[in-house]
């Protein structure tokens, strides 16, 4: 059969974006659908937006921190029109930077949302096109709880924060998870008075707890009142303000509530049934190689459930479009690849590999190995000594999983992923040079602990006297 298209890729975020501009480099007919903007939820409504926000704050709290640098004592201006100034980047990287990626793809820009009419065949805008390989990458939707009033309030989600025209005067915060907690301090630290309640014993639940609880301290110190373990009873609107009463008798007031308690899939109007494509409450199944219940169709990025990262996201789709090409027998198993992630709040929370409750569910033995920022010298002069690199690792030094919070960890974080990914050991990152004075350095001192730690034992130190 003859198909209009070699690929048609369905929602062009951080995975069909791949997709497509992997496809179309390769010399293959794509045809890209996107119902809003190109970069997805990603460049409009998430990532991006979300981590220059943190930076106008980060650049506020520093002027505001001026006098303990002996620089200046000034207070800081109250920001002008953050939003806009967000909107004007991000409509600069469209149209200078991504449309030129899309040249060689024939898209289909904001004419409605993709469906399928058969397993080779979607519609949209009224118009039909077949393709070989189709990728489904529509991602997700904020979730919404039902929670009582809410529906009579104007709560805010990550579709819409962005669009505010000014900075309010108070935010609460239904959530504890990395928006919650991004969205908190960016907020507070240009000037909001925030307050997250959530129903989570920590913030960043899904991470190793200490670094949630660590978090909290910090968010104390900067003002940030948070309520873990929380229910909520109701939420209203009293003229201009909203109340939120939670299960603990406690009632909060602010001028803007924002959702950010997860996300849901809107598989709405995609029409799956027709396409063979199964899909449940985990999102759109998939195999290993990112191949739906139809063998010509994938799902990569976050509508298959597995991860919620643009990074992942993105890696997901290079790697479906690999398997889409790739001649049988050679196969890419999507879940061989570690997957790092980072909350960008200050400090950074950062992960790769094992969760300690999870060696601890699954009796694995390891070591925790631990250096902290406050021990190292170019930390403490810096002003910025909070935190720790903490890594769980194995007897023979092989490394099942590395936690950090502090200054620089989402950079870090990826060297351990390396280690992690290709299975080295940790003597090996104690052998690699690491420039001094980098926050980096802190990762090679967590592997010379190890070494020390196993220098402790008397058969060793009564080798090295008798080698000596
Ligand atoms: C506030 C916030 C901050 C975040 N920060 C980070 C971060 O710092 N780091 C990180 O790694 N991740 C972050 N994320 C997560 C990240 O944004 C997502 O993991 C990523 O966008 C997923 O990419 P995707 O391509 O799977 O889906 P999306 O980016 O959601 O893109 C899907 C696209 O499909 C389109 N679409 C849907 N249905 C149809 C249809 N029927 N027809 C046509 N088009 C359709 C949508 O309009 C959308 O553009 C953040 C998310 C949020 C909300």
Redesign the pocket.
């Known amino acids: 059969m003859r198909y209009d298209y070699d690929v048609a890729v369905?929602?062009?975020?951080?995975?069909?974006?791949a997709v497509s501009i992997m496809a179309s480099e390769m010399g293959l007919r794509v045809l890209g659908?996107?119902?809003?903007?190109l970069?997805?939820?990603?460049?409009?409504?998430?990532?991006i937006?979300?981590?220059a926000l943190l930076r106008m704050a980060h650049v506020r709290h520093l002027v505001g921190r001026l006098a303990e640098y002996a620089l200046a004592d000034v207070e800081p201006p109250a920001p002008a029109k953050p939003f806009e100034r967000i909107a004007d980047h991000i409509r600069f990287i469209a149209e200078k930077k991504t449309t030129k990626m899309f040249e060689k793809v024939d898209l289909r820009l904001g004419e409605?949302?993709?469906?399928f009419v058969d397993p080779h065949t979607v519609s949209?805008g009224g118009r039909t096109a077949t393709a070989k390989r189709i990728f489904v990458?529509?991602?997700?939707r904020?979730a919404i709880p039902p929670i009582a009033g809410l529906e009579s309030v104007e709560y805010l989600t990550?579709e819409t924060i962005f669009g505010l025209e000014a900075i309010p005067e108070s935010l609460l915060i239904i959530g504890g998870g990395?928006?919650g907690c991004?969205?908190a301090q960016a907020f507070r630290r240009l000037g909001s008075r925030v307050t997250i309640v959530h129903l989570d014993p920590h913030l960043l639940p899904y991470g190793d707890w200490d670094a949630g609880k660590l978090l909290e301290e910090v968010f104390g110190e900067e003002g940030i009142r948070v309520y873990n373990a929380r229910g909520i009873r109701r939420v209203a609107r009293e003229n201009a303000v909203i109340t939120l009463q939670t299960d603990h008798g406690e009632l909060f007031r602010a001028d803007h509530l924002l959702v950010?308690v997860g996300?849901r899939y809107?598989f709405d109007?995609?029409n799956l049934e027709a396409a063979g494509v199964r899909y449940g409450e985990g999102g759109i199944e998939v195999d290993n190689r990112l191949r739906t219940s139809s063998p010509h169709i994938y799902a990569?990025?976050?509508?298959n459930g597995t991860?919620?990262?643009?990074?992942?996201?993105m890696h997901q789709?290079m790697i479906a479009l690999m398997n889409a090409v790739a001649p049988p027998p050679i196969r890419f198993d999507f879940r061989r690849y570690v997957v790092p992630?980072?909350?960008?709040t200050e400090p950074q929370v950062a992960h790769v590999g094992a969760l300690e409750r999870d060696l601890k569910a699954n009796d694995v033995p390891y070591e925790v190995v631990e250096e902290s920022y406050a021990d190292y010298g170019a930390a403490i002069a810096e002003g910025i000594a909070v935190g720790s690199v903490r890594a769980y690792v194995g007897k023979a030094g092989r490394i099942y999983g590395v936690r950090i919070v502090g200054e620089g960890a989402g950079e870090m974080i990826n060297e351990w992923g390396l280690a992690i990914q290709n299975r080295l050991r940790i003597h090996k990152i104690m052998v690699l040079q690491h420039s001094f004075p980098s926050m980096s350095f802190l990762t090679k001192r967590v592997s010379e602990r190890w070494m020390m730690n196993r220098l402790e034992s008397p058969v060793l130190r009564r080798l090295v006297r008798w080698l000596f």
């Open positions: 369905i929602g062009l975020g951080p995975a069909g974006m659908v996107e119902r809003r903007a970069g997805g939820g990603c460049m409009n409504v998430g990532s937006p979300s981590k409605g949302s993709a469906s949209v990458c529509v991602g997700t904020p990550n990395a928006i991004e969205m950010a996300r809107d109007g995609l990569p990025g976050d509508c991860y919620r990262f643009s990074h992942a996201a789709g992630w980072t909350v960008f």
